[in-house]
Every structure is written in structure tokens, then in C-alpha cells.
């Protein structure tokens, strides 16, 4: 595809339930990002991989949140056991690796809401 | 530890009038700077980079390291312009990029 791929674009679910939400990336991009924007909170980051490795999960919130990514492309974001607090607008980067910082694109989002 | 702050939740300026939007940084290594932009019902999108040292629609930021700051500027804003600003800071060969809180920006016309 042209650019990073998300879905589903919205996601409204129970609280207690588990959500799984996907990333895919521009073709070639080996790292990946997850980050979680909430309104006046800028952008949390979440997780970073290397290919199919994470040497940076310091952003997960609780143990509730997990990520994968597998064969160094697709990733998914699981939160289980939803909290309210989760509702937020969910958004997957990718960028090559290259030396120095690689600028990110990003995709539209999840907008998930926890009733 | 990686900080970026954005002191201005809002920045409202008339068209034509200058802007400058601020950022400054916390970090002991080789900063590497940039600023995202996220115009309404769009996705986040680069800006502009630090070391590319270039203007992008009109915006110039210039790395400080003594005032360990990369302000935005422009000097006459533009409608279109209005826009949810990141200041971003890279920290080399590691890739992870500290976001700052953003910055709106809003033209009145």
C-alpha cells in the first residue's frame, strides 16, 4: 500500500473486554511504533520493534497491553480487560532504519472508546 | 531521560502576522530534532527535520544546543497553516522519538 495501514478506524467496545488492533506498514519500513494519543496528552509512546523484535516495550502501560509483530511487517496491538482509561486514539508509525533518527509515517488511528 | 515541552497548548495569530511556536529539550546525547504536523481530518506527517536545514512550506526551525531549543517559525502565517504542531526529538542510532504535548495552532483569518 502508499502509506501505513490501520484497522479498524473505530472501535467501541464494553470495559472489561479485550481489543485487538492492527498496523500494517509501508513495505520496507523495519521499525514500528505504537503510541496512544489522549486529548492534551501529546503522543505516549507505547512500543517500538525492530523487525519482529521489541527492544522497547517501556511505554506499555500495564500488563493489560501487548504487541506483536510477525514476519517483520503486520503488528497488532492487544489491550485486555479494557478500562475506560484506554479510550483514546491509538497510532502505529513505521520508518526505515537508517543511521540516526528515520522520520515516521503514520497512520489514521484507532479511535477506540470504552463504555 | 528524554524531554520535549511545548509550553503553549494554543497559539492564535492573525493572518499575516509572524509565528513562532516553541520547543525546547532535555537530553545528554547528540539531539536529533523535528517537527510533525497533523492538519484536521489528516494523519500526522513530517515537517520538517533538523538536519535537513530546509523550509518547508514557508517554516524554518533552527537547533539551538545552548538554549537547548528548536523553535518553529514563519514569518507571515497562513490560514492553512492552522494545525496541531509536534515538536519531536530523536535520540540517534536508537529510533525511539520522544513526542512533545503539541502545540494548535490557529490562524484567524
Known amino acids: 500500500g502508499a502509506g501505513v495501514s490501520q484497522s479498524p478506524s473505530n472501535k467501541v467496545t464494553e470495559k472489561g473486554k479485550d481489543v485487538e488492533l492492527r498496523c500494517d506498514p509501508i513495505s520496507g519500513h523495519t521499525a514500528l511504533y505504537w503510541y496512544r494519543q489522549s486529548l492534551g496528552q501529546g503522543l505516549e509512546f507505547l512500543i517500538y520493534f525492530q523487525g519482529n523484535s521489541a527492544p522497547d516495550k517501556s511505554g506499555l502501560p500495564s500488563d493489560r497491553f501487548s504487541a506483536e509483530r510477525t514476519g517483520g511487517s503486520v503488528s497488532t496491538l492487544t489491550i485486555q480487560r479494557t478500562q475506560q482509561e484506554d479510550s483514546a486514539v491509538y497510532l502505529c508509525a513505521s520508518s526505515y532504519l537508517g543511521q540516526g533518527s528515520q522520520p515516521q509515517h503514520f497512520g489514521d488511528g484507532t479511535r477506540l472508546s470504552i463504555l | 531521560a528524554q524531554r520535549v515541552t511545548q509550553p503553549e497548548k494554543l497559539l492564535s495569530v492573525f493572518k499575516g502576522a509572524p509565528v513562532e511556536l516553541k520547543c525546547n529539550y532535555s537530553y545528554s546525547g547528540s539531539p536529533e530534532l523535528f517537527w510533525y504536523v497533523q492538519y484536521s481530518r489528516q494523519r500526522l506527517q513530517l515537517l520538517l527535520r533538523?538536519?535537513s536545514r530546509e523550509s518547508i512550506k514557508g517554516f524554518t526551525a533552527d537547533l539551538n544546543k545552548g538554549e537547548t531549543s528548536f523553535h518553529l517559525k514563519k514569518p507571515f502565517a497562513q490560514e492553512e497553516d492552522s494545525a496541531m504542531y509536534y515538536c519531536a526529538l530523536g535520540s540517534g542510532g536508537y529510533q525511539k522519538v520522544t513526542f512533545g504535548t503539541g502545540t494548535k495552532l490557529q490562524v484567524i483569518p
Open positions: 533538523h538536519i
